[in-house]
């Protein structure tokens, strides 16, 4: 199984990014698919996860009303929209899957994980 993640970047404060994560060597449409992130020196947390279906998501509230998270099973891709970016996303962002839809927020819960991409938000 492997995840790539890619789309990561430098971007000023109020831009937007938008990080892809391709997944081959399982069934994609029946994973859950979520994004986190780790800042320098902190811990990791959940950022948004999506349902195998794509009908069903979740948002910390740090992102959410400005993160998007969406999936096309057709490419087995799992994308993470970031608009308003501010200082405060700056971290390496990585994508996740699992086979089932509960707690989401916890990184232990997750099978695979991506190498990550970094997203730098700075003037």
């Known amino acids: 199984v492997q995840l790539q993640a890619s789309g990561g970047g430098l971007a000023q404060p109020g831009e937007s990014l938008r990080l892809s994560c391709v997944v081959s060597?399982?069934?994609?449409?029946?994973?859950?698919m979520a994004w986190f992130r780790q800042p320098l020196g902190k811990q990791r947390e959940a950022v948004a996860a999506?349902?195998?279906?794509?009908?069903?998501?979740w948002y910390s509230a740090s992102v959410k009303g400005r993160f998007t998270i969406s999936r096309d099973n057709a490419k087995n891709t799992a994308i993470l929209f970031m608009s308003a970016l501010t200082p405060e996303d700056t971290a390496i962002y990585l994508c996740?899957?699992?086979?089932?839809?509960?707690?989401?927020?916890?990184?232990?819960?997750?099978?695979?994980w991506g190498q990550g991409t970094l997203v730098t938000v700075s003037s």
């Open positions: 999506i349902q195998y279906s794509g009908v069903t998501t």
């Open positions: 060597g399982l069934n994609f449409s029946s994973y859950t």
């Open positions: 996740a899957t699992k086979r089932y839809w509960f707690s989401v927020v916890d990184p232990r819960e997750y099978e695979y």
